[in-house]
């Protein structure tokens, strides 16, 4: 792998690995029932991050009042990046 192919390797990764973060922010933030996801930046984290959610709550509709799509959302994601890393330190 070129010198230009592992950085971008290196750069998904760190992206999600920061995207993991803000996720799982917004998770905890679920619990808290007097958070309006209306006003800033509640909107934007939001906005953030229910595109990619979606895809899941597709997939696992909410069971009993618990949406259990997060926990599929956050492993892909968890999977992928230490993907990326393995394939980019193995290059190396």
Not at 3 to 18: D, H, K, N, R, W
Not at 44 to 60: E, G, H, K, M, N
Not at 72 to 86: K, V, Y
Request: avoid cysteine; proline fraction near 7%.
């Amino acid at each position: 792998m070129s010198g230009s192919t592992m950085l971008v390797a290196q750069s998904l990764s760190t992206f999600i690995s920061i995207y993991t973060t803000i996720l799982i922010i917004r998770i905890l933030l679920t619990w808290f029932p007097s958070v309006n996801w209306y006003s800033q930046p509640f909107a934007a984290l939001s906005q953030i991050t229910d595109p990619y959610l979606d895809i899941f709550r597709r997939v696992i509709p909410p069971l009993g009042g618990f949406d259990f799509s997060p926990i599929l959302a956050i492993f892909l994601l968890q999977f992928l990046g230490r993907f990326l890393e393995s394939a980019a330190y193995a290059a190396f």
